[in-house]
């Protein structure tokens, strides 16, 4: 059984596109259409990567991407945000929720804006997690 | 506390500058708006000889998107959370659906774009909301010469009051959002049949009745640290409402919605609706209480 991947997002038919890349490369997909479901399945279980959107409904990546980089327990999850929002939205949204008062967050390793490539896809899983 | 709001549009009639005026609502604890786009199942329907419009309905879907990134990063940029619904079905159905899942605090939404035969036929989008849902339904329209009220729609809501319990409540959700309130009118509007009596001792006497009822509400808000007036008129309900607010200078229109069924809307209509769907302003209707 190859290396977990959690895939986050609303949108049906992308986490059918990224699943389908994952298992063609190997890897185990498992899925959450929004930032509570997979907050809570990474409690239960933490996966080897988190393949994370940002826009989506109840709770969005930008709020999860805090939760998991701030809980001590959990700062070691590998993620990769996968977006339409732009990188520098998101890295002025963590700026201002620093601001706001909550604790500084390291800018993500690996961010790519949606639409992506399988063989892009790929390549990032295997930096982050081999 | 306003905390989440769900934020409805068809585009052309709310755009971003209304999501930018009602960020006010952040002195109020405002930190999450959710956007929705409901494509109309007859939008993308399958027609003989067509069939089903899935092209047209990715076109659809993917326009609404694009518009809805661009405006959450905007949100995000600023601290806010941001989600986004984009769903084909009927209107009220999916805003309650998703009013249900985000526990939302309020719903905005635009004026109804149907024809008055249309919404004898289907009912009217807010009639049918306010009649399904216990949150507040705030329908949003750019004011004449004042667009969005500078921002600051809160700013000097007129309180359109009938003395139900609906409007009750509709006092207790003003003294919610002080911050954001400068001062409050509160209107009563007099029927024309009262008063087309013989007598001017009747008129008098409907005034003076008004008059003292409108007074125990404004030292209500008035306790709650809130400026308030208060204003008699005579006439039509929505057209008398709809004179105060122009005469008092006013932000929107509060008033309780009725709890009417839809078969009696339909056919003796409601104040509610009318001045919702009619008025130049700004109408935050408060639904009754549900059991």
Known sequence: ?130 | MIRKLLFVTKFEELGYDAVKSLLSLREVSLEHVVFMYVIERDKVAFRRGVGYQKSEELRLKESANIRFIDWAERLFEIGMEVGVYIQIGNMAAEVTKAVAREEADLVVIGRSQKSLLEQFYSGSTVTELVRRLSVPVLVYKPVPDNPFAFGKPFQRPLLATDWSPASRRAVDYLIAIKPLIEEVRVVNVVDEERINGDSVMQAQLARKDAKARLEEICSRLQAAGIPARSHVYVGRPAEGVEKAARECQSTMVVLGSSSKNRWVERWIGSVPREIAENSAFPTLLIAPERD
């Open chain 1, 1 to 130: 059984m190859g290396k977990r991947v959690l895939v986050v997002d609303d949108d049906p038919d992308v986490r059918v596109f990224n699943t389908t890349v994952l298992e063609e490369n190997g890897y185990s997909p498992e899925e959450a259409v929004n930032g509570e479901e997979a907050l809570q399945a990474i409690r239960a279980a933490p996966p080897d990567l988190v393949m994370l959107d940002v826009l989506m409904p109840r709770q969005s990546g930008i709020r999860l991407y805090r939760t998991l980089k701030t809980d001590p327990a959990l700062k070691a999850v590998k993620i990769i945000l996968l977006s339409g929002i732009a990188r520098a939205s998101f890295l002025k949204s963590q700026q201002a929720l620093t601001e706001f008062g909550g604790q500084p967050v390291p800018e993500p390793e690996y961010y790519l804006e949606k639409p992506v490539d399988a063989e892009v896809l790929a390549a990032a899983v295997k930096k982050a997690i081999g």
